[in-house]
């Protein structure tokens, strides 16, 4: 029973646009015809973001250079990596060049300099979203050689945060850190 409650509030979560009840965004929706998907896709983004942001503020200095083992990238370097990804992504999906000329992973190695790049490159997509109608996400653009539909590509950033997100998670229980969205 309690397993079922949790998978019904977790499916109305990710249904609904972070931070935005729901009579709220059916508002939203009927207000700005052609941008329920488009919408419900910055939410789950934002959620994403959260989760990252959170970690990123949360643990120390001292743990952006724990690395489990020397084939694995460093905390840090997971962080660098989302947030370079993100000006990857949104830029295609936007069909716009990206803004970025950094590689975060070689030029971003403090806390405060990787949270710079993921404010900067959760800010881009935002841009993105802000500016993408339901129409505009349906239309085909180009990612790593395939065609897909704009929205599609945003749906994949979510998808890569949550598996570098994942990543996070195990680098944190193993230093005895409750990561974000367990607390």
Known sequence: M???IMVAALTV???TPFGIGAQEHQDMAHDSEGMAVTMSMKGLQGITQQHVMATAEMVDEELYSYQPTEEVRTLGG???HIAGAQFLFC???GGVESPNTENYEETAT???EII???EAGFAFCDEVYDS???AQGAQMVNFFGNEMAASAVLAFNAAHNYEHYGNLVTYMRINGITPPSSM
Request: positive net charge.
């Open 2 to 4: 309690k397993r079922r």
């Open 132 to 134: 993408m109608t339901d």
């Open 91 to 93: 830029s295609a999906a």
């Open 116 to 118: 710079d790049a993921l």
């Open 13 to 15: 979560a990710l249904a």
């Open 78 to 80: 997971i962080l660098a």
């Open 110 to 112: 403090t806390k405060a």
